[in-house]
């Protein structure tokens, strides 16, 4: 199993103590174009061609309702590429 299959393993069993890397790569892998903040700000974009979604990064572990976004667009992209 890949990286990619453990990512989306996981984020399906638990939305919670996700890191703000973990949830990029995640989003990176099913195409995501993951965009920093402009002017100083602490927002990244996560861009899909469809879908975008604008996520805080700090320190510590992401709010499980952007973890949850994310996690929804991810799982229609894999059923999608099915």
């Not at 965009?35 to 469809?50: L, Q």
């Amino acid at each position: 199993m890949g990286r990619k299959e453990k990512l989306l393993e996981r984020v399906c069993l638990t939305t919670r103590g996700w890191t703000f890397d973990e949830l990029r790569a995640l989003a990176e892998a099913f195409g995501a174009t993951v965009v920093p903040p402009t002017g100083g700000g602490s927002h990244w974009k996560f861009r899909w061609d469809d879908a975008c979604v604008t996520v805080p990064r700090s320190g510590g572990p992401l709010l499980q309702c952007y973890v949850r976004e994310i996690r929804d667009i991810v799982l229609e992209k894999n059923d999608a590429d099915r």
